[in-house]
């Protein structure tokens, strides 16, 4: 899943995570806290984490190192302090990178438990991201920083949250009757 899905996850059944003032180009720590037990946890993933691992010859890690960093973080971070919310999911690259993972016959079992989280954040689906990209194609201007948006995100326009796809609509909606208004009093 995107990191974006992974920390909206967490942060909906009421826990924290911070990123620390330490954190720049280089490395990002998080601090994360359970809401329910108050336990808490450190993580961090480092550019010499990613090019030991060889992820910096990625170019997506070049152009978006700071987000990819904290995507890493948040996703080790995730697995020691809120695997009930994640469920072992990962997050987007970490699978096509590791090779234990596609050796590892029980991953062939994730993708039913990535439904089930996706079920439980309510995503637009596949019907929902048409009608949203029908929604968008009058305006142009929009849609390109919807589509770059979900692009910095990591996310399919599919596995848009229900929310965000609201607060589109919203804004489409504002858009024409702007457009509406400059038409009748020029």
Not at 18 to 30: F, P, R, V
Not at 32 to 54: I, M, Y
Not at 93 to 109: C, K, L, P, R, V
Request: with cysteine; aromatic share 6%.
């Amino acid at each position: 899943m995107s990191s974006m899905m992974m920390n909206m996850l967490i942060r909906s059944k009421g826990h924290s995570i911070t990123k620390d003032k330490k954190s720049n180009e280089s490395i990002c720590i998080l601090h994360g806290k359970r809401a329910d037990t108050k336990d808490t946890w450190v993580e961090s993933f480092s550019l010499e984490d990613a090019e030991k691992a060889g992820l910096t010859r990625n170019p997506t890690w070049k152009a978006y190192q700071k987000d990819m960093l904290f995507a890493r973080a948040l996703s080790r971070l995730a697995r020691q302090l809120f695997p009930d919310i994640i469920r072992g999911v990962y997050v987007e690259g970490e699978i096509s990178m590791d090779t234990a993972i596609h050796n590892d016959s029980s991953f062939t079992e994730q993708p039913n438990i990535t439904e089930k989280v996706a079920e439980e954040v309510k995503t637009i689906g596949e019907h929902g991201a048409e009608n949203l990209m029908d929604e968008l194609a009058p305006h142009p201007e929009y849609k390109t920083q919807v589509e770059s948006y979900l692009i910095r995100q990591g996310i399919e326009m599919k596995d848009m949250p229900v929310e965000h796809a609201e607060k589109i609509y919203a804004r489409i909606e504002k858009i024409r009757d702007e457009s509406y208004e400059e038409v009748v009093h020029g």
